[in-house]
C-alpha cells in the first residue's frame, strides 16, 4: 500500500507538525528524527490548534524527506517575515554560558570519544578550547582538566599524525629526490619544499 | 447589549457557588475512605492546599513573544493583533471570527460553543493546575510558566474544571449541570483535586502526586480573564529532554556547521534563555527519569 503523508497542522514560527501517515496521526519536531516523531491523538490535535495555534491546514506529500524540507522552509519564511536576523556562530555560542555543567560534561565526553576515535582532532580541540573560556571551567577543576586532557591527547595525536607524514613523504622524497635524501635528513627538506610552495616557486612536491 | 451579557453565566461566581456542594463531597470520600486511606486523602488535599500553582504551557514562539511583549495573549488577543498589523501594513481587513475558523478549522465551533455561554468567554486565558513538574507539555509547548498560588491569589477571576473545558461540550451542547457540579474556586480547588483523583491515590507515592495532579491526560483545567504578566512569573521549568535537543544543535555548531533553519532555531532559544535572565526568571531544567 502506498504511504500517504499529509501535514494537517502546522506551527510555522516552532518548525512542529502535525502528521497524518495512512490512518496513524503524529506530532513531528525539530530535529526530525525518528524519537522526534511522537504518535498521538485528534484531541491532542484539537488542543494544539485551539490552544496554541497551530495552523489547520491539508498538505499532502510523497516522503518524509519533502514534508520535512516543507516545514523548515516554512520556519525559515516565518523568521524573515517577523524580521528577525539569523545569528552568526559567534552569537550562538553564547549559548554555552548557559549550559550547566551536566551539558558541558557532556560536550567534553563526546569530544573524548567520538570526536578524537574519529580523527577530528580540530573540531575536539577546538570545543574544547570555547568550554576553556568559560567560568564554569575555570570554577570546576574537574572540567577543566577534562578539557585540558583533550587538548593534551589532540596535540600527542597531531606529532604522531605528522610524524607519520613525514614517513611518508620520505619515501616520496627518496623517489624524487634520490641525491638530495641523502645528504640532508627529511624535516629540512620538507621545509624547503613548503616555503617554496608558500613563494609560488616552481617544482613543489 | 447587557441582556446578551446577563444571559450568559459568570464562571467565576459558578465556581464560588459550588463551594458547598465540593465540600459535602469531599466528606462523603473521606467517610468511604479507611483510616489509612483516609490519612492520605487528608495530605493529599493538604499537599495540594499548599503546593498549588498555575501552568501555562507555551511553544518556543510563543514564550518568546510573552517576554518580549510582557503580557501573555489568548488566542483571540493574538488574532487580533495579527489583524491590526495586516490592516495597517497591507491595507487587508478581515474579521476575527473569519481569521479563528480559518485557524481552528473543525475545532472552532466545540471552543464557542464553550465559551459563547458565559461572559468574557473570549477573554478566558486557560491554563493547568500544577503542584511541580512541567505541565502538560505536548504538542509543542514545551515551555512551562509557573504562576505562584500568591499571584494567583491577587487576581480577581479564577475558576478550575475538573476536566478540559471543551471535554463538557457534547453534541452541539454544553453540559452545564455536569460543568456547576465540577467547578472549584481557589479556596476549593484543593478539595475538588482529591476528590477527582480518590481512586488513583492509595496506590500512588506522595513522590508521584504532581504527576498524578497534572499530566498529558488528566488535569485540571483552570480559567481567567486576569491578565498574566511577565511579573506573575518568577519560574519557567523545561524538561532535560527538551533542553538537550537545543544543546545538541549547539554541540554541532561548535564542531562542524549549522544551516541557516537550525541556526534560527537555536536562536529562538537563545534569545529566551536571555530574556529569562533579563526578566529574573529562574529556569529549572526537570529530568523526568528522575536522574
Known sequence: MKKEIKIIALAPHDGWAFV????????????????????????????AVVKHGYHSVNYPFKNYSELIQFIKNEYIRAKKDSGTTTPTMEELKELLDYASEDVLLRFLEKADKELIPEGKIEAAESLALDLMKLDKLIENKKLFDHALNIIYKCSDLRKKRNAWEIKLQEKSLKKKFINIVGKYSVEPIIERIRATQQKGVLFPI | MNKISNAKLDLFEVANQNAK??????????????VKDETTLEEFAGFVKKNWALSINLKQSEINGFLISGIYQNMYQVIE????????????????????????G????????????FE?????????LNTGGIGLKKHGAEFCLIVHQKEVKKMS????????????????????????????????????????NEKELPDTAAKNWPELVCNEKNYIEAITTDDISIEHINTVRISKKSEDIYFDYLYKGCISQLDKFEKDYLGDFRDMLKLLEKNGINKEIIDEKGN
Open chain 1, 20 to 47: 497524518e501517515e495512512n490512518e496513524d496521526l503524529f506530532l513531528l519536531r525539530p530535529p526530525y528524527t525518528v524519537s522526534s516523531k511522537i504518535q498521538c491523538t485528534a484531541k491532542e490535535l484539537e488542543e
Open chain 2, 21 to 34: 456542594r465540593i465540600e459535602n463531597n469531599y466528606k462523603e470520600i473521606k467517610k468511604k475512605y479507611c
Open chain 2, 81 to 104: 493583533d495579527d489583524l491590526k498589523k495586516l490592516s495597517l501594513e497591507r491595507g487587508i481587513n478581515i474579521s476575527k471570527e473569519e481569521v479563528a475558523k480559518n485557524r481552528m
Open chain 2, 106 to 117: 473543525i475545532f472552532y465551533e466545540p471552543r464557542k460553543i464553550f465559551e459563547n455561554q
Open chain 2, 120 to 128: 468574557d468567554g473570549e477573554r478566558f486565558i486557560y491554563a493547568a
Open chain 2, 157 to 196: 477571576s479564577c475558576a478550575f474544571l475538573k476536566k478540559e473545558s471543551t471535554l463538557y461540550v457534547h453534541n452541539g451542547s454544553l453540559n452545564i449541570e455536569q460543568l456547576k457540579n465540577d467547578t472549584a474556586s481557589r479556596k476549593t480547588i484543593h478539595l475538588l483535586t482529591a476528590i477527582k
